[in-house]
């Protein structure tokens, strides 16, 4: 720890004399011509205790001095980079703390640019530790940059799904991959990433850049994850300039950006084609508890933001859900007046002036990589009832409005109430005082908390974070009655030796983040006990312990056998599972024509009336056909009910295969059928469905082999279009039913 390493802090107050930091330079190489297009700045301290930049800036965050630091660190990148020629094609990375940056004065820095004899680019490297903690910080900050002129980078992505969840709202130019994804094998979390990242990527044109390249191997998985910058040991150490042997080439960025203003608020984010709606409270809760339940199935890769108004509308069933989404997603806010920083643990949020625009709006925003979805509202001002209240709203899941929208709501957003604790060693401090640290030592020698401990039904655990594999130093005697394992076999290992391979993933990885953001987290895993290894369900609750310097130094678990329960859970999952079964084959019963498969009168209906709905709108129309059989009965009473259900297979099959996948088709009844066309041109509608209807009745007049005979029969069709024909499915029908028999007259009469 930072004390520890600098008791007396001489060594901190050595790095922040002039001339007490340094930088040293680590090329960044293209990987398809190996050119350097650009070169990292790292800090290094003077020759003692805190010469690695992590202890360093523990050591400053601890003595309140963080903002100094960085800015005697970065002047001395900026000098650094001019010094050693660094300058134009070449690309300078630089790494800031976004907390300070936020107020720090730039005038020094760009008189260095200035005073460079060439183009002195810069890319400002963010770290992900902000974004949780000062989001609304953070945005201003990439907003600074970018008005300066100078490129963003988002660092170690991967690391924590957070950053996953924030590339959206930062749009980065750079995105730098966590060097774990090009040294570890191939799993489903790192395919996670490399979906988010290629996705944004694709959108924003945002150049992936791959760290810790120091094998053939590691710059072939780099390459395989969609890397066209590669950083590492493979290219060429940190040097105090330019590397040599590598061929100089010039980065280019997509100069990608969210403009927005804090005083911009979500609904004013809408563009003027997206139509605005009017309804009352009861229906817009419903739209907005489907948003958080999308936000739920994205997980910890979504950002939820949301402004209620007033804190009386966050109620208490509004309490339970948002709980539940701070579990099981990235990001989650909450504004409105009245409404405290931090409402529930791990809730952002602001308490809104009565002035800001935003106190009219209700608004729910969910963001992933791979979705984007937002209810806007604007509160009419109706009196009466709090659920007949009138809002002004649109659903729109454009993904610029709603990344827009996402970042009104968090540029408001408070910072955490503690400030951000060391970045290492160890993880994270939480917004909750100091606690003092508890040691295993103090511990053993108080006899009513050792007696308390050993006396509880809970399993106790407690590890050490500061030893490598955080192995167990403290178990009470119902964790090891739990474990199936005496102390001595279970002290001085890491609890993962309970797992099994069934143990969720998800799960695990979960517990994992929580640690390494030093808060705490409720799991329950599948754990194995004793030596026979009997699998058990263990509902675990962890809590960090903080030293004075807010260093997590230990992690206590409480563990509960929760197997019974769980179980209980599963059967009435399984039941309800094979209830749901039965539901959907009634469901389907319902709406099938059970002889050919095909949808009934009424599940058609309901798909016409939708289809008549979006039509509405004058883009498209939509037609529909009565297909009516000629000489079937002759068939069913020649060979028998018997072929004459296979006939109605055979015709039921060549109609459909004579259709569009976007058009619909169904049985009315007897040997009659009906055919939907979605996606007309209005002028050309009835046109096309004329041919459609003669093809459609060639098709069906071709020879079918029934019983070793071939037999033949002919279809009448009449047509029937949107709207001039109906406005309505009924009209619609009427008027088709009514030209099939126009048509089966005609053919009659030909005879």
């Known amino acids: 720890m930072a004390d520890f390493q600098d008791p007396d802090g001489s060594a901190l107050e050595a790095a922040l004399q002039p001339g007490g930091m340094h930088s040293v330079f680590q090329p960044i190489v293209e990987l398809d011509t190996g050119r350097v297009v650009a070169y990292e700045a790292l800090a290094r301290g003077p020759e003692g205790p805190l010469q690695q930049p992590d202890l360093l800036f523990a050591a400053a965050r601890a003595a309140g001095r963080l903002a100094e630091l960085d800015e ?41 640019a200035d005073s460079a004899p060439g183009d002195l680019r810069l890319v400002i490297e963010i770290t992900e530790r902000a974004l949780a903690a000062r989001p609304a910080e953070l945005l201003r900050t990439v907003e600074r940059v970018r008005a300066l002129g100078w490129g963003v980078a988002v660092d170690d992505v991967g690391a924590d799904s957070m950053s996953l969840a924030f590339l959206p709202l930062l749009a980065p130019d750079v995105v730098k991959l966590d060097l774990r994804l090009v040294q570890e094998r191939p799993n489903p979390e790192i395919a996670e990433i490399m979906n988010a990242v290629n996705a944004h990527a694709e959108r ?75 309804s009352t409270k009861a229906l817009l809760i419903e739209l907005s508890k489907q948003l958080e339940r999308e936000a739920m199935r994205l997980g910890e890769t979504a950002v939820v933001a949301a402004a209620f108004q007033e804190a009386r509308h966050f109620t208490l069933s509004t309490t339970q859900r948002y ?48 979705f984007s979805a937002a209810l806007l509202a604007r509160d009419l001002g109706d009196d009466g009832p709090d659920l007949e209240r009138t809002f002004e709203y649109a659903l729109t899941y454009d993904r610029t409005t709603v990344v827009r929208a996402a970042h009104a709501l968090l540029s408001r957003v408070a910072p955490r109430l503690s400030p951000a604790a060391p970045e290492a060693p160890g993880a994270r401090r939480p917004d909750t005082a100091a606690t003092p640290a508890v040691p295993v030592a103090r511990m053993d020698g108080n006899a009513l908390l ?199 297979q055979s015709v039921a099959h060549t109609l459909r295969g004579r259709l569009r996948r976007g058009d619909l088709l169904a049985r009315l009844g007897g040997d009659e059928f009906l055919v939907a066309l979605r996606g007309l041109d209005p002028a050309t509608a009835a046109e096309e469905a004329r041919q459609v209807a003669e093809e459609l009745a060639a098709a069906v007049r071709a020879p079918v082999l029934l019983r070793d005979r071939e037999v033949a029969v002919g279809a009448s069709v009449g047509v029937a279009v949107y709207p001039a024909d109906g406005q309505e499915f009924e009209a619609l029908l009427h008027t088709a039913d009514l030209n099939m028999y126009a048509s089966k007259a005609g053919h009659r009469a030909r005879r």
């Open 72 to 112: 005697i660190c970065r002047a001395a990148a900026f000098r650094g980079a001019v010094t050693q020629g660094l300058l134009s094609p070449l690309t300078v990375f630089v790494n800031v703390e976004p907390e300070v940056l936020d107020t720090a004065p730039l005038d020094d820095l760009l008189a260095i």
């Open 204 to 278: 924003t044109g945002a150049v992936v850049l791959a760290e810790g390249i120091e094998t053939r191997a590691h710059l072939a998985t780099a390459r395989a994850l969609g890397a066209t910058l590669g950083q590492g040991w493979y290219f060429g150490r940190p040097g105090p300039g330019a590397a040599t042997g590598l061929v100089p080439g010039e980065l280019v960025l997509p100069g990608a950006g969210v403009g927005s203003s804090v005083d911009v608020s979500p609904f004013s984010c809408l563009p003027a084609t997206v139509p605005r709606r009017r």
């Open 323 to 370: 709980r539940d989404l701070v579990s099981r997603t990235g990001f989650v806010c909450a504004l409105g007046e009245g409404l405290p920083v931090e409402s529930l643990p791990g809730l952002r949020g602001a308490d809104l002036r009565p002035d800001d625009v935003v106190r009219g709006e209700w608004d729910v925003v969910v963001l992933g990589p791979h």
């Open 450 to 648: 050792s007696s308390a401990l050993s006396a509880t039904t809970s399993g106790v655990s407690i590890a050490d974070m500061r030893q490598p594999d955080q192995p167990l130093v403290y178990v009470n005697q119902a964790f090891q009655e739990l474990a199936g394992f005496p102390q001595a076999e279970v002290l001085g290992r890491n609890c993962r030796f309970l797992q099994s391979p069934d143990t969720d993933p998800a799960a695990v990885a979960r517990i994992r983040a929580a640690i390494s953001r030093g808060e705490e987290c409720c799991e329950t895993v599948l754990n194995l006990r004793g030596p026979d290894r009997t699998p058990w369900w263990n509902e675990i609750h962890l809590a960090p312990v903080f030293d004075e310097t807010g260093t997590v130094v230990q992690y206590i678990g409480i563990q509960h056998d929760v197997t019974a329960r769980v179980e209980a859970e599963r059967a009435l999952l399984q039941e309800r599972d094979r209830n749901l079964v039965y539901l959907a084959r009634i469901e389907e019963l319902a709406y099938t024509d059970p002889l050919t498969g095909l949808p009934n009168r009424r599940r058609l209906e309901e798909q016409v009336e939708t289809a008549i709905w979006s039509a509405r709108t004058g883009q498209d129309t939509l037609a529909l056909l009565f297909v009516d059989l000629n000489g079937f009965k002759a068939v069913n009473d020649g060979l028998g009910h018997a072929a004459g259900d296979e006939l109605l």
